[in-house]
């Protein structure tokens, strides 16, 4: 079987080498006319395929899946329309040095369950807008609308002239396969967004990834914030597509001057404060213990569905489920991020408790990703920003829109959202098309310049002061 699966893989790598050879020589005009192309072709189906993806995973609203669809078409392709990604993409004639993109090769893309046929759409369109071949490999859960979104883009690219074979999809969803693309020699890179241990298969194949993985989103709210305005943005967000973006708010941190204020705020706004037996009951159906993460029952699923399922009876037209927690860790299960409308809620002494508080949830599951603070004060806000390990620190503004880009900031649109080295990845970028080139730099020779042209027996006179040195340096530079 192992051997069927490796000659498998050879054929799908073998066809994406040669798209890739044949993509090399395509210029900036033949690219854009591809990128374009599927482009509409994708926002055209925007409804179908979001229709498609909730029916097939069952998680989030199909309307706000229209919106992922939205961005991953129509907002990426603005954001990278005018991009320059074929041959010279600059030069400094102060030094004299030209750069050139190159594609990188074959990418391999790992789709998650949470968000299919627009991160679909989204890696297609950055592989192609760079020159690159993209296999996708989706999460089983997902697969019949993948199929469909690749399927859309792929005749499109083929009508636009693109090389054939340019968007492949692996048909097998099983893990081992999935490895044995990761390790490929002949893959370039792998753009893996989804769970944790996804991810860090990605990084261990012995071939160059970007891989994203849980966010756990801390929000600060602070007594300068305007509460009712914070609270309508929380909701906005995190029961945009029942909380499937992983960039959605986990947590809510604030003094506790203005905890019965904001609780009200909540409440008002129809959200819903557990009790300490019904918090009991959500965490035994919403995190499985022997993993301490979120069951994939809970993921994407509605207040309802969520109550019901947990035993909790709560008033119709409940937005939020929240728990208000004393700790952080896996003693206090609801800690951890949860894709779904759930928060927890904690409420510190002081200032300096509550970013502890944020701290540590950081540093739980979600080191590198995402932080949001509500403040009116300048100084706290960047203080803030400065003790989060976070690639993204929105500020008074929904983390699931924001983080994600273009709608409420000028952040590149994306679906693949960088954590850095704190969270074992590369960049603190959202990926977009230039993280997919190689950049290759054509340096030229200065003037009237030689291999160490200045005074050469001041580096064997140790005798001569470092000062003096440099003041020969300098004066010859």
């Known amino acids: 079987m192992a051997e069927n699966l490796n000659d498998v893989a050879n054929d799908i790598l073998d066809k994406a080498q040669l798209a890739a050879a044949e993509f090399h020589q395509f210029n900036q005009e033949q690219t854009d006319r591809i990128v374009e192309a599927v482009f509409k072709a994708g926002f055209s189906n925007r409804v179908k395929l979001a229709k498609m993806a909730h029916e097939e995973t069952g998680m989030g609203v199909w309307e706000h899946k229209v919106i992922k669809n939205v961005l991953a078409t129509q907002l990426v392709y603005e954001s990278i329309r005018n991009e320059k990604t074929v041959g010279v993409i600059s030069y400094d004639s102060r030094t004299g040095i030209s750069e050139i993109a190159q594609p990188l090769g074959p990418i391999l893309a790992v789709i998650p369950v949470t968000n299919p046929t627009s991160t679909v759409m989204f890696k297609i369109l950055i592989c192609l807008k760079s020159r690159n071949p993209i296999i ?29 074979d340019c968007i492949q999809m692996i048909s097998s ?139 909790i009876t709560v008033p119709e037209g409940t937005k939020i489920l929240i728990a208000k927690l004393n700790g952080v860790g896996f003693e206090y299960p609801l800690s951890v991020e949860v894709l779904a409308p759930i928060l927890a809620f904690y409420s510190a002494k002081d200032y300096r408790s509550a970013i502890n508080i944020c701290i540590d949830l950081n540093y739980l599951g979600g080191i590198g990703h995402s932080a949001c603070i509500y403040a009116n004060d300048e100084k706290r806000i960047m203080e803030y920003a400065e003790l989060l390990n976070a690639g993204r620190v929105v500020v008074n503004t929904p983390t699931s829109q924001g983080a994600v880009g273009y709608f409420y900031n000028h952040l590149a649109p994306s679906f693949t959202l960088g954590c850095g080295t704190g969270g074992k990845n590369i960049t603190t970028e959202n990926i977009t098309a230039k993280n997919l080139i190689n950049v290759q730099r054509v340096t030229r020779r200065k003037p009237n310049e030689m291999w160490f042209s200045f005074n050469q027996a001041d580096y064997f006179d ?9 003041k020969n340096y300098y004066k010859n530079h």
């Open 136 to 164: 996708i490999s989706s999460h089983r859960g997902a697969a019949k609308s993948c199929a469909e979104a690749v399927r859309i883009c792929y005749e499109a690219a083929l009508e636009a002239g693109a090389p054939e």
């Open 173 to 311: 969803g099983s893990r081992e396969f999935t490895q044995i693309m990761m390790a490929h020699p002949k893959i370039a890179l792998i753009l893996a967004t989804g769970g944790t241990g996804l991810v860090k298969a990605a990084y261990s194949s012995g071939n160059p990834a970007i891989g994203v993985g849980p966010g756990n989103v801390p929000v600060f709210i602070d007594e300068s914030a305007d509460l009712p305005f914070a609270v309508s943005n929380i909701i906005s967000s995190k029961t945009f597509d029942n909380g499937t973006i992983c960039a959605s708010e986990q947590a809510i941190v604030m003094v506790e001057s203005i905890e019965q204020a904001l609780k009200a705020e909540f409440e008002k706004q129809n959200c819903y404060f557990l009790s300490s037996e019904e918090i009991k009951k959500l965490e035994a159906v919403a995190i499985v213990p022997e993993t301490n993460s979120m069951s994939p029952f809970i993921v994407g699923k509605g207040v309802s569905a969520i109550a019901e399922k947990a035993g």
């Open 462 to 470: 140790e005798s001569i002061p470092v000062d003096d040195i440099m």
